[in-house]
T-cell receptor, first 114, second 110 residues
Framework: KAGVTQTPRYLIKTRGQQVTLSCSPI?????VSWYQQTPGQGLQFLFE???????NKGNFPGRFSGRQFSNSRSEMNVSTLELGDSALYLC?????????????FGPGTRLTVL | GQQVMQIPQYQHVQEGEDFTTYCNSS?????IQWYKQRPGGHPVFLIQ?????EVKKQKRLTFQFGEAKKNSSLHITATQTTDVGTYFC??????????FGAGTILRVKS
């Protein structure tokens, strides 16, 4: 099976702009989670989607949003970008929502905000 | 909320030396997962521990889950340059969120 794919891999934006990142999970996986990784804060959970519904949300401002489509593909959107949003955004998929399910990460999208 | 502490933050070892990272929780866990992230890469699942006192081995890597299920460790015997990266623990989901430890960065001098 193909792994988790994320597009684009790299992105440069300026403050105030908005950005949309895309994630295609492993075939058959219905859960998609998003994480922000920065050197200072480590891996921070953003949100999780399962069957097109947001199931959990981390402690991020409302500028961060997401959605999931019927084919399980997911997008996350960040509006009104700030310098501090520069980070590696990782998407992870898993088959279900059992706490023993393994998460498989995509390669990430490296976002730079200037 | 659930707190997890991972130590050390950083370790620089000579190739051939052993390495251990620890993950400590303030609450009892139902399970814990370990991930490795190579420099410039993404986290890759290594193993999951579920049972109290469980020990699992993967070649030179030994994973342990404490008897009280509040701590876990990852031990690498005779490190190699290919072991370089950041090792994360991820205890069971709190509110069904996968919470990661801060990670231990391992550097290996050859």
């Amino acid at each position: 099976k193909a792994g988790v794919t994320q597009t684009p891999r790299y992105l440069i934006k300026t403050r105030g702009q908005q950005v949309t990142l895309s994630c295609s999970p492993i075939s058959g996986h219905r859960s998609v989670s998003w994480y922000q990784q920065t050197p200072g804060q480590g891996l921070q959970f953003l949100f999780e989607y399962f069957s097109e519904t947001q199931r959990n949300k981390g402690n991020f401002p409302g500028r961060f949003s997401g959605r999931q489509f019927s084919n399980s593909r997911s997008e996350m959107n960040v509006s009104t970008l700030e310098l501090g949003d520069s980070a590696l955004y990782l998407c992870a998929s898993r088959e279900g929502r059992a706490n023993t399910d393994t998460q498989y990460f995509g390669p990430g999208t490296r976002l730079t905000v200037l | 909320g659930q707190q997890v502490m991972q130590i050390p933050q950083y370790q620089h070892v000579q190739e051939g030396e052993d390495f251990t990272t620890y993950c400590n929780s303030s609450t009892t866990l139902s399970n814990i997962q370990w991930y490795k992230q190579r420099p410039g890469g993404h986290p890759v699942f290594l193993i999951q521990l579920v049972k109290s006192g469980e020990v699992k081995k993967q070649k030179r890597l030994t994973f342990q889950f404490g008897e009280a299920k509040k701590n876990s460790s990852l031990h690498i015997t005779a490190t190699q340059t290919t072991d370089v990266g950041t090792y994360f623990c991820a205890p069971d989901r709190y509110g069904n969120k996968l919470v990661f430890g801060a990670g231990t960065i391992l550097r290996v001098k050859s």
